[in-house]
């Protein structure tokens, strides 16, 4: 699933264009090229700060194969550009935050918050890595931004997901359905079912 965003201006007390979605570009701008890289993840989402991370050098959306059986080491690196300084940037590893970095900014020569990081991760088998940043802000809504992820594949050793994930999303789709199972056309029911058995199945497969 593709990182994206939305305002949602009128539903939530926030300005038009307060959730964003940036798409790197590295061959120019133009509009094929902005929908290239956000189908293939080289993107972040933000409420606020500018996450320009990297691992191994890599941009987001990345697929890297990895040899079974050996500990890979990876470096995430990155820089955050910010209104006010961020209190934490986080590493995520299939799902669950696996480090928690200290964080101390500087002011540019425009009073932007500037601060970078550099750490390296430990992946075990096939995997996916994520990095996300928050910026409180007193009194109002706390900004944040979350990158796209990279992948990491032992051939033939796809990740499984974890049976929380899969339970959430069966019980989203069920309670979905019993919501609307009165109000939509049949052809509509018909998709939510089909989601309801994929997650099923994955349920039954999940670790």
């Known amino acids: 699933m593709r990182p994206s965003a939305g305002t949602a201006n009128g539903v939530h007390p926030v300005p038009l264009g ?28 933000t409420t606020g700060p500018m996450l320009l991370a990297h691992v191994n050098g890599r941009a987001p959306g990345a697929r890297v194969p990895i040899k079974p059986g050996k500990l890979q080491r990876v470096e995430v690196t990155g820089e955050v550009i910010s209104d006010q300084p961020v209190n934490t940037v986080e590493i995520i590893v299939n799902g669950e935050t696996v480090l928690r970095l200290a964080t101390s900014a500087r002011r540019d020569r425009d009073k932007a918050s500037e601060m970078t990081f550099r750490q390296t991760v430990e992946l075990t088998g096939s995997s996916w890595i994520a990095v996300r940043c928050w910026e409180p802000r007193s009194g109002g809504r706390i900004r944040f931004a979350h990158s796209g992820p990279w992948f990491f594949d032992v051939p033939g050793a796809p990740l499984r997901p974890r049976h929380e994930e899969v339970e959430f999303l069966v019980g989203a789709v069920r309670r979905e359905i019993d919501r609307s199972s009165t109000i939509l056309p049949a052809e509509a ?15 039954r497969r999940a670790r």
């Open 18 to 45: 307060f959730g964003r979605v940036y798409v790197q570009c590295p061959r120019g701008f133009s509009f094929d090229a902005w929908w290239r890289g956000l189908n293939e993840g080289r993107s972040f989402v």
């Open 189 to 203: 029911l018909a998709e939510y079912q089909k989601a309801l058995s994929i997650y099923e199945d994955l349920s």
